[in-house]
């Protein structure tokens, strides 16, 4: 009896190893021996846990984060939400003379897609198509000014808890109330000369010509190039170094006052036309702005929200995150802030049953290094919506293909992963991170979480064990 019991005994672990051998050499990998790593693995119908390691550790999940707001946003806000921008006209018009005393008013809705060029041809031409518009109306002198009303959401567009490093650069950008062009402008650079500071050769679009202080230089191949600047500032400061030998390199930042550069760019258009007029383009948070006698002129609608939530997921997009979480403020609570939609996006996870404890969301994109989630955590909400929601297909669509697109398609391109694997990315310094959902050969449908903070080697053999993991949980279970 005790020799066939200690046999059972030295089979199990046997039984147990084919499916988790290469969990066991990315644990055993030199370059964890300072990590944590953060592991669940789920029955997507049962529930029930088929591995898991630490997965009740709170970790830093970067873009991983984005699971949630989205699905949240999609939960509360539907596949259908659009946001709208209202361009018009306010005061009191002289038809004989053409005559406007008053303004020209664009109120911004918090599309966060407004002119992008993931929706090229949605948005194509509407700032022409606005001039357009008011041109048809005979409005041929402006006594008044172009006015931006940016009220929608707070004067806040950078969470608090972000780097100082990021908020200048592309990824970084804000949420406004009115957003344009992903918040993003573009500086132009040759740098075939290395002796010299890299040469700006263009800026765009024009109306973000700040004063930039140049302290980039030029050497190598890589970017390491960063713009440091804050929100509704004039002034920005380039450091770092961008690659050499080129005749047009372009580094991206974030536009430090968006809807101001709207109403620039709507004011150059309009006198372009022919239209004069008296005063600067500003904005609501500059100045007051006058409602009277109101005349809706044109409303630019955004796409559905099911479609921004697939650019945002497939792209790790963090400025429609942050959008999204302000937009759950304003619709649940009519306050479009930061901590209102993160509140609410708390509040819906609570009452579903989906608060599981180490949840610190400091925003909705999962930029701040502030944030942390459990490997468990983000299971249970990708459970939830496929269980529970009826906008699963919309959800699981805006996650990337492996090896194709996106975030993902420089990864998991062995064709195992081709039918089997949807997953949503969290990259940051010394943070890997991927969650979605499996199909295994067997048949059966799982769903993962793996989170690794704090590794000492590249981030590309992290990723080659996580590659590793994945296959050998969709060969053996």
Known sequence: MKKWFLSILIYLPVLAYPQEKSFA??????????????????????GSTVFESNSGSSLIPGSVLKIITSAVALEILGPDHTFKTVFGYSGKTT????????NIIIKGGGDPALGSENFIEHYDGFADNWVSEITKTGIKRINGRVITDDSYFDYRPVPSKWLWEDAGNYYGAGAYGLSVFDNTYAIHFNTTDTVHAPLITGIYPEECRYVLTNRLTAAGTQDKGFVFAAPYTETASMEGTIPSGSEDFILKASIPDPPLVMAKIIDRKLR???????????????????????????????????????????????????????????????RGTTEDGLSVIMGFLKEKGLYRGGL???????????????????????RYIKRESRYFDDYISSFPDPGKEGTLRNYFRDPI??????????SMTRVRAYAGYLTTMSGKNLVFCIIVNNFDGPSRAVVAHIEEILKEVIVNR
Request: charged content about 25%; glycine content about 6%; proline content about 5%.
């Open 95 to 102: 038809p004989r003379s053409g005559k406007l005393d008053g």
């Open 360 to 382: 610190f969301m400091e925003d909705g994109s999962g930029l701040s290094p502030l944030n942390t989630v459990t490997s468990e955590q983000i299971v249970e909400v990708l």
């Open 417 to 426: 992963f081709a039918s089997a694997l949807k997953a949503k990315s969290g």
């Open 25 to 46: 050499r990315f644990t055993a990998d030199s370059s964890m021996d300072h990590s944590v790593i953060s592991f669940c693995l789920k029955d997507a119908e049962t």
């Open 272 to 334: 372009d036309s022919g239209i004069m007029i008296t005063g600067q383009p500003t904005t609501t948070r500059m100045a007051l702005i006058p409602t009277e006698n109101f005349v809706r002129v044109y409303e630019t609608v955004s796409p559905p929200l099911k479609d921004i939530i697939r650019v945002l997921n497939h792209e790790s997009i963090n400025l429609y995150a942050e959008h999204l979480v302000k937009e759950l403020g304003r619709t649940s609570r009519n």
